[in-house]
């Protein structure tokens, strides 16, 4: 059957069959040859979008406004509404929805993104919530699929860090949807919700993919790409003492790198990334507990084998297909 994602919410990638998600990662593909060949596009024109952020962003924001322009759609950035302050969650959602064609929202809650896309009637895209980033997903794996040579169902992806938070469980989604290996490092208070993992390894039976999980870095043996986040993300700032503890030991160092026994293992990371000291809140998480690089070593940013700015770059391919397919004419 063909694919038709015509006014469809991405709210999180569980939501979208695996033929769905391959869809939009080709023509996410076919979307940035053509930007590199020099057409501008009209897939959008005339379009409205609105992108709503409770939450920090330079990515997100900059990928969805760029990729709206350059398929000819107008955009509204909104950070000081009225929602849920002064008016509901659904009459702003109504509101919205009188105006525009498409709804970007950032923020804290899942459940503020699934009301947004119940009262809308227009497509809703979820550019992170605490419980996932599906859009960074898509931009990972287009990523893998540009600097891997192999078919994604024989990638063994690991992700070492913070394996409960948006980013592991978005990482798990996608792989268990794809058919990749994808293994979890993390110490085990870390470790995702066991429902969700239980959900991801029932859907891998079928779809051929492995969820794995260990305390062990060496499971990093084999893999093909190894993938890091914050160790605290937005809204948890409160547990950088205890983070720093617990995943001291999962920083992704060059030793890491090497334990991969694959010279050619990728790193990805969905950034910003506290790999330095050239930012306000490195320097202060460096002054109170002497930690000069977190999640991963700056040698490490910057080798070779560090795609992260492919991947950024990527984001802006992979929202364009997204509000392509699901809000284009
Ligand atoms: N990766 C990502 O979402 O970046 P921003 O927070 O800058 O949008
Ligand atoms: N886990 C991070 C991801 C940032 C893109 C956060 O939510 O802050």
């Given at each position: 059957?063909p694919?038709?994602?015509k006014?469809r919410s991405?709210?999180?990638?569980?939501?979208?069959?695996?033929?769905?998600?391959?869809?939009?990662?080709?023509?996410?593909?076919?979307?940035?040859?053509?930007?590199?060949?020099?057409?501008?596009?009209?897939?959008?024109?005339?379009k409205?979008?609105?992108?709503?952020f409770?939450?920090t962003?330079?990515?997100?924001?900059?990928?969805?406004e760029?990729?709206?322009?350059?398929e000819?759609?107008?955009?509204?950035?909104?950070?000081?509404?009225?929602?849920g302050?002064?008016?509901?969650?659904?009459?702003?959602?109504?509101?919205?929805?009188?105006?525009?064609?498409?709804?970007e929202?950032r923020?804290?809650?899942q459940e503020?993104?699934?009301?947004?896309?119940?009262?809308?009637?227009?497509?809703?895209w979820?550019?992170?919530?605490?419980?996932?980033?599906?859009?960074?997903?898509?931009?990972?794996?287009?990523?893998?699929?540009?600097n891997?040579?192999?078919?994604?169902?024989?990638?063994k992806?690991?992700?070492?860090g913070d394996?409960?938070?948006?980013?592991?469980?978005s990482?798990?989604i996608?792989?268990?949807?794809?058919g990749m290996h994808?293994?979890?490092i993390?110490?085990?208070?870390?470790f995702?919700?066991?429902?969700?993992?239980?959900?991801?390894?029932e859907?891998?039976k079928v779809?051929?993919a492995?969820?794995?999980?260990?305390?062990?870095?060496?499971?990093?043996?084999g893999?093909?790409?190894?993938y890091?986040?914050?160790w605290v993300?937005?809204?948890?700032?409160?547990?950088?003492e205890e983070?720093?503890k617990?995943?001291?030991?999962?920083?992704?160092?060059?030793d890491?790198?090497?334990?991969?026994?694959?010279?050619?293992?990728?790193?990805?990371?969905?950034?910003?990334?506290?790999?330095?000291?050239?930012t306000?809140?490195?320097?202060?998480i460096y002054?109170k507990?002497?930690?000069a690089e977190?999640?991963?070593?700056?040698?490490?940013?910057?080798?070779?084998?560090?795609k992260?700015?492919d991947?950024a770059?990527?984001r802006?391919?992979?929202?364009?297909?997204?509000?392509?397919?699901?809000?284009?004419r």
């Amino acid at each position: 059957m063909p694919v038709n994602l015509k006014g469809r919410s991405l709210l999180t990638l569980k939501d979208f069959t695996p033929d769905e998600i391959r869809y939009l990662l080709n023509l996410a593909a076919d979307l940035k040859a053509k930007k590199r060949s020099g057409v501008r596009g009209d897939l959008l024109a005339g379009k409205n979008i609105v992108l709503l952020f409770e939450k920090t962003s330079t990515r997100t924001r900059c990928a969805f406004e760029v990729a709206a322009y350059d398929e000819g759609a107008n955009v509204t950035f909104l950070s000081n509404s009225q929602m849920g302050k002064k008016e509901s969650l659904e009459d702003t959602a109504k509101v919205l929805g009188r105006f525009y064609d498409g709804i970007e929202f950032r923020g804290f809650k899942q459940e503020t993104v699934e009301l947004l896309a119940k009262h809308a009637g227009v497509p809703v895209w979820n550019g992170l919530t605490d419980l996932y980033h599906p859009t960074q997903v898509l931009a990972d794996c287009l990523t893998i699929m540009e600097n891997i040579a192999k078919p994604l169902n024989k990638v063994k992806l690991v992700y070492v860090g913070d394996a409960r938070n948006n980013m592991g469980n978005s990482l798990m989604i996608i792989s268990a949807k794809l058919g990749m290996h994808f293994v979890g490092i993390a110490p085990k208070a870390l470790f995702p919700e066991e429902g969700l993992v239980n959900e991801m390894r029932e859907l891998a039976k079928v779809t051929g993919a492995k969820i794995e999980f260990s305390e062990d870095i060496a499971a990093v043996d084999g893999a093909d790409a190894i993938y890091t986040d914050v160790w605290v993300s937005v809204g948890e700032e409160a547990q950088f003492e205890e983070r720093i503890k617990l995943l001291t030991p999962y920083r992704v160092t060059m030793d890491m790198m090497k334990a991969t026994h694959n010279p050619d293992c990728i790193f990805l990371h969905c950034l910003p990334s506290f790999h330095d000291l050239e930012t306000s809140v490195g320097r202060e998480i460096y002054e109170k507990y002497g930690v000069a690089e977190q999640e991963v070593t700056d040698e490490v940013f910057r080798c070779p084998q560090s795609k992260v700015f492919d991947e950024a770059e990527n984001r802006m391919h992979t929202i364009k297909a997204v509000m392509v397919a699901t809000a284009g004419r």
